[in-house]
């Protein structure tokens, strides 16, 4: 059988061929047995389909429905998941924007491509007097002696 | 057909509601719920085999419509733009299933072929047992389909939706409808045939 037929055969059980057609197909069935026992099969096959009947609408059904509508109404008519579409894309663009605008910007920084010095930490954290910041120059003696095992001298 | 789409939007009075829905009034949405729940029930139960789980489907489905109903263009019928979400949330609902069982090791035989216990209609305790094997094998048959021939074979055949209807809930074309209902129905032969020889077998060696 070909897969022509086969759609064909298929829209005649389920009343989808026009009616011209059908008939056609009708003629077809009374003059070839093979395809008469293809349409026979098909139909066997579609009527053993049976399910359970549906179970009933549970009492309250409406009710839970609407409990969870007013809920989520009360709880955040702001919130992400009931925010309309566009609202969810511009937000979702904006963010994707701002990523690649960072990137860009933190690329073209001049200040990343400096290799950090202690004596750049150091005078990173000078104030406006120019006097040194104690804590600061305590905390680099802390971390050279912790990395080196107290054996180096620490920086002022 | 824009026509007729336009024609649906007037004579289905749901548009409206969710027209009022989207404007702040909640409380528009109980008629729209009231009316299309029997069937969204039906549709969930029938895709994900199991009563208690279609319930919960079928009630995240209303609440994503309500979510939704502020972004819904009036087209067409709105049962229609209902199934279309509750087909996805129950194709969803099965391939996390799917994941979960593979997680777990579960038999491959195991998969999608959940529990269920209908209603009890049958008077006769004989045929009420035939009935049970003939939809344990329905249900099997269907679960052991590829996603999308489920869900065009559930539609057509037990939902008695059209191929038209089918290709605007599924969003594919009538065309698309036709053959994944074709592929379904030779996969269902080739099980039936198969549970027959498995049966009379069974019943020889008695």
């Known amino acids: 059988m070909t897969s022509g037929t086969e759609h064909e055969l298929m829209s005649l059980l389920r009343g989808e061929l026009a009616a011209e057609e059908a008939r056609e197909l009708r003629a077809r069935l009374r003059r070839e047995p093979e395809l008469a026992a293809d349409y026979r099969r098909l139909e066997q096959t579609w009527n053993r389909l049976e399910l359970p ?70 005078a990173g954290l000078k104030v406006s007097s120019g006097e040194d910041l104690s804590l600061a120059a305590g905390y680099w003696k802390l971390i050279v002696e912790s990395t080196t095992g107290g054996e180096t001298e620490a920086r002022p | 057909m824009a026509t007729e789409s336009v024609t649906a939007a007037a004579v289905d009075p749901g548009w409206e509601a969710l027209a009022k829905v989207a404007a702040g009034n909640a409380d528009a949405f109980a008629p729209l719920v009231e009316s299309h729940q029997e069937r969204l029930l039906r549709l969930c139960e029938r895709l994900l085999g199991d009563a208690e789980e279609a319930r919960d489907a079928a009630q995240d489905v209303f609440l994503k419509a309500y979510r939704k109903a502020a972004d819904v263009r009036p087209q067409g019928q709105v049962y229609t733009w209902l199934y279309r979400i509750a087909v996805n949330h129950c194709l969803n609902k099965l391939r996390r299933r799917k994941l979960v069982r593979f997680l777990r090791l579960d038999a491959p035989g195991d998969e999608d072929s959940p529990t269920f216990d209908p209603l009890d209609r049958a008077a006769d305790p004989a045929s009420n047992l035939e009935a049970r094997r003939r939809w344990q094998a329905t249900r099997q048959a269907i679960g052991k389909l590829p996603e999308n021939q489920r869900s065009v074979l559930v539609l057509v055949r037990f939902e008695g939706l059209s191929y038209r209807q089918v290709a605007e809930v599924l969003g594919i074309t009538e065309g698309a409808v036709e053959s994944r209902l074709v592929r379904a129905m030779r996969r269902l032969e080739a099980a039936q045939e198969a549970e027959s020889s498995r049966v009379s077998s069974a019943e020889g060696k008695r």
């Open chain 1, 53 to 122: 009947p549906p179970s009933p609408v549970p009492p309250g059904f409406t009710g839970r429905i609407m409990a969870r509508v007013r809920s989520e109404r009360a709880s955040g008519s702001l919130s992400w998941s009931s925010a309309p579409n566009w609202v969810r894309a511009t937000a979702a663009a904006s963010l994707l924007a701002g990523a690649l605008l960072g990137i860009g910007v933190g690329r073209s920084w001049p200040a990343a491509d400096a290799s950090p010095t202690p004596e750049g930490a150091i």
